[in-house]
């Protein structure tokens, strides 16, 4: 043992410390844990969907039994049996339906005749004996729940559908309506509004537990994912919507859920569970089936989440109490074998940081701590002797760098403080924020150099006769150079407004282009050394008539209204280079502005800003997506809301263009 290096030997201890800690460990968890967790999730699973049946039951019998009874109603009956009946006898059915109104849970309800006269009334504001109406055509796809319904159906049936009229998705209590012979008639019943019933019946609030509802073919009714209810509501053709076979991924899941379905409707069985695997999570699930509906609601379990921290106490002492042993012991043997001979050299070491280098440790063993201390005996005596000639090259070379970081420092003081002038320089050339707030009801401009100074821009100018022109534009380069640019261009824009044109988006442009190439000598190729130029887009607003007229040069205008996003697209050819041409004419496009239209203008910095995995583009199909997804903010939020944005896909990575988005709406 004597022989072994102290690498060795910690190995060796530390090595059969941590196995006996964890043969402990595995050993209790082995045996408790997994037992645990599976009949508990188990009987969690089963207790939650008899709980979820209840609960659906409890919501829904009382609707279908008051639909019942409505289409068993002598005064509806006899009304809906007549294809014209009189006034006194429709008001009397009007005034029976309005009595079954205030008791639905909805307070809607609806009566369809078999003729496609559909009378409804789902909106508390509607006076009483006043049903809205409408016509059932079978040609309307929308209309196809009538039809199908009126064929299949004898007595109820329950459908999550989309009405298209009354702009809602609920789940519709549909009634079959007989008259005294027993021949159908109509449909009449109620709805549930979808918000309602899925914070009823799917969000249990307890931590990994969540509800699944199908119908009889499997179709999804109810989950926790919303937007795939929607869809299932959205879509008219039953063969289309999302079944609980489509959320398995696994064909013997698929086998498992149908044979437990079917063992369910015989009624072999009251309550199966099972483990399942849905969307890539290990779950534990258990069905129910309501025959009065012909629904069955699938309880879905995840065993991470199904059992309390204090379960496993015993096992948590267990295993802390094994390794504190374990740590003790580790820190004992360290101490003995590391630790005392490593403070002798720190000691050491602490005494040559104070310029004492005449220090002799004594070697007592030859394992690596005695080398180390040979080794320090080596390095004193080699410092010892070249300090008295390193001490003094190191004193001049400090002074040298000292002298050198002074004059850095005040060069890069001189510089920064230039920029910073020359920042305040071009923020005096931007729009009075006062002229904003006045000619604009909302509008934002998310203006983010990627210097202190940069080369993109927004301009405003007010005509004598109210006119607004509107500019956002991305100079070449940024930084210095592209600060002069917005100079020199903001002053051509200046001009031209003041001369030659006011009201021509596409005549400003090609003056711009003309005027620009003429002041920075880009048509003698003999004296210009640059060939620079700009993207702009340009919008004239008459407030008045709310009409717009925009030219683009490589920036496009996004225009939302009403919830549409139109994006009306720049020409390719851009304004200011050497290979412009000066007789080129940009397009103009002309929209009338809706109350509610919003504008946007952006610089290719946004667009072309870096991020994701792989460092691609933020693209314009994103910045299309964040538009529309932000629509309903206020402008003064967009603009947090796209801040947040870019910087969340940038990521860690640095800003790599300037950036500038202007949103206005009048």
């Known amino acids: 043992m004597h022989r072994l290096t102290l690498r060795v030997k910690f190995t060796l201890i530390i090595a059969a410390v941590l196995l006996t800690a964890v043969v402990a460990v595995l050993f209790v968890f082995s045996g408790t844990t997994s037992r645990i967790i599976h009949e508990f999730a188990l009987r969690v699973a089963t207790r939650q969907a008899l709980h979820d049946r209840n609960k659906i039951l409890a919501l829904i019998d009382r609707e279908v039994a008051l639909s019942l009874k409505l289409a068993d109603d002598a005064v509806i009956r006899a009304w809906m049996s007549r294809p014209d009946p009189d006034r006194q006898q429709q008001e009397a059915a009007f005034r029976q339906l309005d009595s079954y109104r205030r008791f639905f849970r909805d307070q809607s309800y609806f009566v369809a005749k078999k003729n496609g006269n559909r009378y409804f009334n789902a909106d ?10 409408s016509l059932l055509r079978p040609e309307n796809p929308s209309d196809a729940w009538f039809y199908s319904t009126l064929n299949r159906v004898d007595s109820f049936e ?31 019943g109620t709805g549930i509004g979808l918000s309602e019933f899925l914070r009823d019946i799917v969000h249990s609030g307890e931590a990994g537990t969540s509800a699944i509802l199908i119908d009889r073919r499997g179709i999804v009714q109810a989950h926790q994912d919303q937007k795939l209810v929607e869809k299932n509501a959205l879509e008219q053709d039953p063969d289309k919507r999302t079944t609980i076979y489509h959320l398995l991924s696994r064909p013997e899941d698929r086998l498992v859920v149908k044979d437990a379905l079917a063992a369910l409707a015989d009624g072999r069985v009251a309550v199966t569970s099972f483990p399942l695997r849905i969307a890539g999570r290990q779950v534990v699930a258990a069905v129910t089936f309501m025959p009065a509906i012909g629904w069955y609601t699938i309880a879905v379990v995840d065993a991470a989440h199904a059992l309390q921290q204090q379960a496993f106490l015993p096992l948590i002492l267990v295993s802390i109490s094994t390794l504190l042993a374990a740590i003790i012991l580790i820190a004992i043997l360290i ?29 007592a063993r030859q394992d690596e701590i005695g080398q180390l201390t040979a080794s320090f005996n080596g390095m004193a005596a080699t410092i010892n002797d070249h300090m008295a000639n390193l001490e003094e090259r190191v004193r001049q070379r400090t002074e040298e760098l000292s002298v050198a970081n002074q004059r850095l420092e005040a060069s890069q003081a001189d510089i920064l403080e230039s920029l910073m002038y020359a ?28 210097a202190i100074v940069g080369g993109d821009l927004y301009w405003l100018r007010q005509t004598a006769d109210g006119r607004l022109l509107l500019a956002v534009l991305d100079c070449t380069g940024h930084g210095v150079p592209g600060a002069f640019m917005t100079m020199t261009v903001n002053a051509v824009l200046n001009t031209i407004v003041d001369t030659v044109c006011n009201d021509d988006p596409a005549r400003i442009l090609q003056e711009v282009n003309r005027l620009l190439q003429q002041t920075l000598r880009l048509r003698q190729d003999d004296d210009s050394l640059v060939d620079a130029g700009l993207d702009i887009g340009l919008c004239c607003i008459d407030p008045a008539a709310r009409s717009l007229s925009f030219a683009g040069a490589g920036i496009s205008l996004w225009l939302v209204c009403a919830g549409t996003l139109e994006e009306i697209r720049a020409d390719h050819r851009r304004v200011g280079y050497r290979s412009s041409d000066q007789g080129y004419l940009w397009h103009t496009h002309y929209r009338t502005l809706q109350h509610d239209t919003r504008c946007y203008m952006t610089t290719d910095g946004f667009l072309d800003e870096g991020g994701g995995a792989k460092g691609y583009g933020f693209g314009n199909a994103r910045f299309s997506a964040m538009v529309e997804g932000h629509q309903t903010l206020p402008l003064s939020e967009q603009k947090t809301a796209f801040a947040d944005e870019l910087a969340h896909w940038r990521g860690a990575r640095q800003q790599r263009d300037d950036i500038l988005v202007v949103g206005f709406r009048l």
């Open 124 to 133: 508390r504001t509607v006076r009483p004996g006043q049903p809205r109406t």
């Open 158 to 188: 329950l459908n999550l559908n989309y009405d298209k009229l009354i702009n809602q998705i609920k789940l519709w209590v549909n009634v079959i309506i007989y008259d005294g012979q027993g021949n159908k008639i109509g449909i009449g």
């Open 335 to 363: 101490n003995r074998l590391v630790l005392k001979p490593l403070q002798l050299l720190t000691e050491a070491s602490g005494e040559m940081s104070r310029g004492n280098y005449a220090i002799v440790l004594p070697v």
């Open 423 to 450: 920042r305040v320089i071009q923020a005096s050339i931007l729009p009075d924020q006062q002229l904003l707030e006045i000619v604009f009801q909302e509008w934002f401009a998310l203006y983010q150099p990627c």
